[in-house]
C-alpha cells in the first residue's frame, strides 16, 4: 500500500519513519539524532538514552528500514497508513519534548530494572536540551503552534491519514499537505 505525501517539506517527515524503525530496534538513541540542534550535547544525550533502554529492558535487535522514496515535493511510503501513523506519532512527540513516548513504541523484551521509569526519558532530555528548546518541567509540551515546522507538519499528516478534519493548520509553510493512500 501506497501514501504518498505531496507538500514542499514532505521530506521532513523521512525521519520520522527512521526514528521509528531505530526505536523498534531498541536504538533509544535517535531521540537525540532527531532532535540534536536541540541538545547541547547530542552525542552523550544518546548515550545517556541507551543507558535508560538497558535499564528499561531492552534489546537490541536487527533494524528493519522502512520503505519510502523521496521526491523533490513529495514522500512516498510504501508501508501501511498505521505504521505512518505511528511514526509521525514519534517524530510529533519527540519534536514536542514528550521523550517518554520512547517508552510506548516498543515492549520490552527484558525485565526492566527496579529503579526504571519512563520519567528518566524526560530528565535525560531536560538535563541535555538547549535553555530554551522545551520547558524545563518535565511534563510540559511545547506548544504545537510554535513548534518546529516538522511537528506541525507531522501532526497534519497524522490527522489526514486518521480521517479527521485538519482544523489547524498551524501555519505551515506552503499551505497544507496533500495525502492519498492507495
Known sequence: MAIVIMHPGARLLAPGLDAL???????WACAARLCAARL??????GRDLDAAAVRAGLTR???EPYRYQLHHRMLVVDEHPDLLAAALELQMKLWLGQWDALGTVVPSLGAPGQDWR???????????QHFDAWSSRLYASHNLSTAPTTARLAH????KLEGGAVRHAYDLPAGPAAVHVG
Do not use: F, S, Y
Not at 21 to 27: I, N, S
Open 21 to 27: 524503525a531505530d526505536v523498534a530496534a531498541g536504538d
Open 40 to 45: 547541547k550535547d547530542p552525542r552523550a544525550c
Open 61 to 63: 535487535g536487527p533494524r
Open 118 to 128: 519512563p520519567r528518566q526519558l524526560l530528565e535525560i532530555r531536560a538535563r541535555h
Open 156 to 159: 497534519h499528516v497524522l490527522t
